[in-house]
């Protein structure tokens, strides 16, 4: 028999109105009804916190990291249910933080509250369900819309619709439909080429670049943070004429702090040596990303820098494929 343990987070799947919105309110025991399954499953239910995903914080992924860590002897697969806002970060966090797990642990909820007539949630609990009895599959994964999602590749695209999240520049994990499922990729085992860390640190800032950005707030990230992730434009450009951001770059590598360089197109990753824009970039000291997405770039960061400081040791790392979150660089 498997044995699956429920961790609830909060998150819309739970909300019920407020006089101020939409908030968590349903109580495990509500929560617990929509989980039928059969026989062959036993399913356990555990509160963990009960909050919209829009205040979760490192902390709580490292809360989750340990439940599922203290727990993992006792059950099979795991699965969270928690907001859609932060799911992808969530997923990304613990894809890190639980670093060659052995059992299938899946993040789901819903962009509808699951006691609403018409709710996706219903569908959600009992694909995450199948998937955590069935797929077989190690490591975190996001369950939505009748997909699975690889935890490091999951991006939420919309605010309403059922289909909240696509899987960026990695194929869909496996598709499930009225208690069946159809793997369809079956990701390879990857080597143990860094130990297993449950660490975070936040002190990380996420600069979108746009034009007219003034380089002057580089002064004020190189006093507040230890590491700092550049959305760029295209192929990993940053203006160099009138106000040129490389010389803060170039300042903060300086000053040994390391600067992740990202793109702000969803699909295909960076090719930074491409443009004069970029080659100049890279000639400053970045880090380049290659195909990963944001979410999986700031966790993976804050997972690395709550082990090492080191700039060259830094770079090796996020460089590393982990968790499936890269393919090149």
């Not at 194929?171 to 080429?193: C, G």
């Not at 993976?300 to 982990?322: E, G, N, R």
């Amino acid at each position: 028999m498997k044995k699956i343990l429920v961790i609830a987070t909060g998150g819309t799947i739970v909300s019920t109105c407020h006089e101020g919105g939409l908030a968590p309110g349903l109580t495990i025991d509500q929560l617990a009804r929509y989980f039928t399954h059969s026989r062959e499953v036993s399913v356990d239910f555990k509160v963990l916190m009960n909050k919209d995903s829009t205040n979760m914080q490192p902390e709580d992924w490292l809360t989750m990291a340990r439940v599922i860590h203290e727990h993992q002897s006792q059950y099979d697969s795991f699965i969270i249910t928690h907001g859609t806002d932060t799911m992808a970060f969530t997923a990304s966090a613990l894809s890190y933080l639980l670093l060659g797990i052995k059992k299938t642990v899946v993040v789901t909820g819903s962009q509808v509250p699951v006691s609403f007539k018409r709710t996706d949630a219903k569908k959600n609990i009992q694909d995450a369900l199948t998937f955590a009895q069935k797929a077989g599959l190690p490591g975190v994964f996001v369950v939505f819309d009748g997909k699975a999602i690889q935890g490091t590749r999951a991006v939420k695209i919309r605010t309403k619709s059922y289909d909240a999240f696509e899987s960026i520049n990695y194929p869909y994990v496996a598709f499930i439909d009225d208690r069946m499922i159809r793997i369809n990729f079956r990701p390879e085992t990857e080597k143990a080429v860094l130990k297993s860390h449950i660490g975070i640190c936040p002190d990380v800032f996420l600069l979108k670049v746009f034009p007219g950005l003034s380089p002057v707030f580089f002064d004020f990230i190189k006093e507040h943070t230890r590491g700092l992730i550049i959305e760029s434009f295209g192929n990993g450009g940053l203006p160099f004429e009138k106000r040129s951001l490389i010389s803060g770059v170039r300042e903060l590598v300086r000053k040994g702090i390391p600067v992740i360089i990202t793109t702000q197109c969803l699909q295909e990753g960076q090719d930074i040596q491409l443009y004069e824009v970029g080659k100049r970039v890279a000639d400053a000291g970045v880090i380049t990303a290659g195909d990963m997405n944001t979410e999986a770039i700031v966790t993976k960061l804050m997972w690395i820098l709550s082990q090492t400081s080191d700039v060259k040791a830094v770079k090796k790392m996020i460089q590393t494929p982990l968790a499936h979150d890269l393919d090149y660089i």
